[in-house]
């Protein structure tokens, strides 16, 4: 490079002096008031003004900075001066700018926060979108979730893994599932590393967690909705479903708890502040939760699954009395939940699964498993599938399995709720979603 970038627009402070800097980045907005022109240059992590005195900067550079267009990539080099209006509380008096990339106009969209362009928009042209500070703020915390995640969960001897997203046959046997030709074979996207997570507890891994892709063909059009998610899944051996929610609850109150400490500039620029929840949380049981509702004037059968509604009524009633937002829903009926979910030794119409809510948002689903092949065998036929087409799954559970439990937890949904954001859209770099293959 022409310049060689000497600091990023937040290593430099006012007490520095009067050192040379040469930052790099793009042209925010030039502003010319007659005497004096500020150019306002953007990197990733703030802006800093570069300031030029029409009487004492050469006529040159004075129309350098004129024929900037906006967006275009530069880098400034200049003295630093002490000056409290301007951003960071220093200015840059440039001696050298270099044009590195002209971007053309008019842009696709604002940057500069002073247009809010609507959702789809900002979508279509997200590679300018992605610029705005307050945009890439979540990515920013979306990257320290994952950070915090991968050491809380490590710490806690999980293994990670990584299982193909190619698969033949579906995880629970739903229709939700893209095909995909594989050579001269129909294949299909996984839906969930549930299965494989399974053969690893036969494989005697003990605990294992994957952070990847999940693909459901739902055609949902929903504010918390995806079709391509990023899943965070455990599987943990010699573990009961209680166990498994322990596991969920700290997880999610070290992420809040790091966020909150390690992150504050980040959360300031999206102007929110997470509420920290304290574990143990609320269990509600599956028919506590159908009675809040039912009184509620949400009429729902045992054994059906929460409507949307339901789940709005029940988050508020759970926010009235406890003041939290998150709580487990408990003691689902067997039917409910997918086959390999673990019923009751008493009550067998009752599973051993639990769903972790964040007010009325799904954030986790998780169960003890079933570990034994007879009564496997047995859930796949009662759920109308066949057991033959899960041969390669149940062949593990022959071998030795020990008994196991663990859950899935989609990253976009923890973001959303963490940050409060409204659409789980913006969660994502390239949402795929019913409508939206690109960019
Ligand atoms: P929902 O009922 O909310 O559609 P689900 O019960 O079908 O979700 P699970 O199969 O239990 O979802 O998946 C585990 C977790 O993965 C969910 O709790 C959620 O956090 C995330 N997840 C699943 N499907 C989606 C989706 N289509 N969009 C966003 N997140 C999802
Ligand atoms: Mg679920």
Not at 14 to 41: C, K, N, Q, Y
Not at 73 to 81: A, I, L, P, R
Not at 145 to 172: D, M
Request: without cysteine; hydrophobic residues 35%; negative net charge.
């Amino acid at each position: 490079m022409q310049s060689e970038r000497t600091h990023y627009t937040n290593q430099i402070t006012p007490e520095m002096g009067s050192e040379h800097v040469t930052i790099a980045g793009w042209v925010h907005e030039i502003r010319d008031l007659g005497g004096i022109i500020f150019a306002l240059i953007r990197d990733r992590e703030g802006i800093a003004q570069a300031t030029l005195f029409k009487k004492t900067t050469p006529a040159e550079l004075i129309g350098a900075v004129k024929s900037l267009s906006r967006e275009s990539v530069v880098t400034v080099t200049g003295e630093v001066k002490l000056e409290k209006k301007a951003p960071g509380g220093y200015e840059i008096i440039p001696e050298k700018i270099n044009l590195l990339s002209k971007a053309a106009s008019p842009l696709p969209m604002d940057t500069t926060g002073k247009v809010d362009a609507d959702l789809e928009t900002r979508l279509d042209s997200r590679f300018i979108d992605l610029r705005r500070p307050k945009v890439q703020a979540i990515f920013r915390i979306r990257h320290h979730v994952l950070q915090s995640v991968r050491s809380f969960l490590a710490n806690e001897g999980f293994i990670e893994v990584t299982t193909p997203k190619v698969v033949a046959t579906a995880t629970e046997g739903g229709t939700a599932l893209f095909p995909i030709t594989y050579f001269e074979r129909e294949a299909f996207l996984n839906q969930s590393p549930q299965l494989f997570k399974q053969m690893l507890m036969s494989a005697g891994f003990d605990r294992v967690f994957e952070i990847g892709p999940i693909f459901r063909a739902e055609e949902h059009d929903t504010r918390k909705h995806l079709n391509e998610v990023t899943s965070i899944d455990i599987e943990a051996s010699f573990t009961d479903h209680n166990q498994a929610m322990q596991i969920l609850e700290r997880l999610v109150t070290h992420v809040y708890t790091e966020i909150s400490t390690q992150a504050k500039n980040t959360l300031k620029e999206l102007k929110t502040t997470p509420k920290i929840p304290e574990p143990p949380f609320e269990r509600l049981k599956y028919t506590e939760a159908i009675e809040i509702a039912t009184t509620r004037g949400e009429e729902l059968v045992w054994g059906e699954d929460l409507t949307t509604a339901a789940e709005t009524i029940i988050a508020e009633v759970i926010n009235e009395t406890t003041n939290t937002d998150h709580y487990f829903i408990i003691d689902w009926p067997t039917e409910t939940k997918p086959f390999y979910a673990m019923p009751q030794e008493t009550k067998p119409e009752i599973s051993k699964a639990f769903d972790l809510m964040h007010r009325n948002i799904e954030l986790s689903s998780g169960a003890q498993r079933i570990h034994n092949t007879e009564q496997l065998t047995e859930r796949i036929k009662e759920q109308g599938l066949e057991p033959e087409d899960f041969k390669s799954y149940l062949q593990p559970f022959k071998y030795g399995m020990p008994p196991h439990a663990g859950w899935g937890l989609g990253l976009e949904r923890l973001l959303m709720t963490l940050l409060n954001i409204e659409n789980i859209r913006n969660t994502v770099l390239f949402p795929r979603d019913r409508k939206r293959l690109s960019p």
